[in-house]
T-cell receptor, first 108, second 112 residues
Framework: RKEVEQDPGPFNVPEGATVAFNCTYSNSASQSFFWYRQDCRKEPKLLMS???SGNEDGRFTAQLNRASQYISLLIRDSKLSDSATYLCVVNRGNQFYFGTGTSLTVIP | DAGITQSPRHKVTETGTPVTLRCHQTENHRYMYWYRQDPGHGLRLIHYSYGVKDTDKGEVSDGYSVSRSKTEDFLLTLESATSSQTSVYFC???????????FGPGTRLTVL
């Protein structure tokens, strides 16, 4: 079983739409959680850390459910510049485990 | 942006030749990581370091070795490159091993 699983998409949404990505992780000992975005042929960049109480950064909201081992990312009022691949990342014991990513295209 | 550089950025080499990739950081972070990224697999850990001269294997370490003689440098060596090692290689750093990682720009390696 993979450490981290994500729906690969692709998600194609119009500008202004709200879109949600989900991710599950297999090991309950996982310690910390993150969402990264990766543009084509570029390095992953940190979008936000995910905290147990949930957290928000502008149009982005992340949620963590430890009981269900589930992480989510909500993007409101999508912009063309949000088009990218979104990676769910889980940390355990100094190592980081990556989902294969969810592709998002925001359409004008 | 975190101060991480990788060299070379692109390399084409032939099967059987040795290859060394370099990662250099200016953040004084303790942890450094090497990943490879391939379609359908996402990022997979090759090796990581938790201090000078302290390294450990990751998920896909066969065929790779690493060295860290200084805090700022982490080298990845392919002793005898194979076509299956054609990939994009990313270096990453983390200050405490459970905090967020920051990535270098990547190295595109092609083994013919």
């Amino acid at each position: 079983r993979k450490e981290v699983e994500q729906d690969p998409g692709p998600f194609n949404v119009p500008e202004g739409a709200t879109v949600a990505f989900n991710c599950t992780y297999s090991n309950s000992a996982s310690q910390s959680f993150f969402w990264y975005r990766q543009d084509c042929r570029k390095e992953p960049k940190l979008l936000m850390s995910v905290y147990s109480s949930g957290n928000e950064d502008g149009r982005f909201t992340a949620q963590l459910n430890r009981a269900s081992q589930y992480i989510s990312l909500l993007i409101r009022d999508s912009k063309l510049s949000d088009s990218a691949t979104y990676l769910c990342v889980v940390n355990r014991g100094n190592q980081f485990y990556f989902g294969t990513g969810t592709s998002l295209t925001v359409i004008p | 942006d975190a101060g991480i550089t990788q060299s070379p950025r692109h390399k084409v080499t032939e099967t059987g030749t040795p290859v060394t990739l370099r990662c250099h950081q200016t953040e004084n972070h303790r942890y450094m990581y090497w990943y490879r990224q391939d379609p359908g697999h996402g990022l997979r850990l090759i090796h990581y370091s938790y201090g000078v001269k302290d390294t450990d294997k990751g998920e896909v370490s066969d065929g790779y070795s690493v060295s860290r003689s200084k805090t700022e440098d982490f080298l990845l060596t392919l002793e005898s490159a194979t076509s299956s090692q054609t990939s994009v290689y990313f270096c990453a750093i983390s200050d405490r091993g459970y905090n967020e990682q920051f990535f270098g720009p990547g190295t595109r390696l092609t083994v013919l």
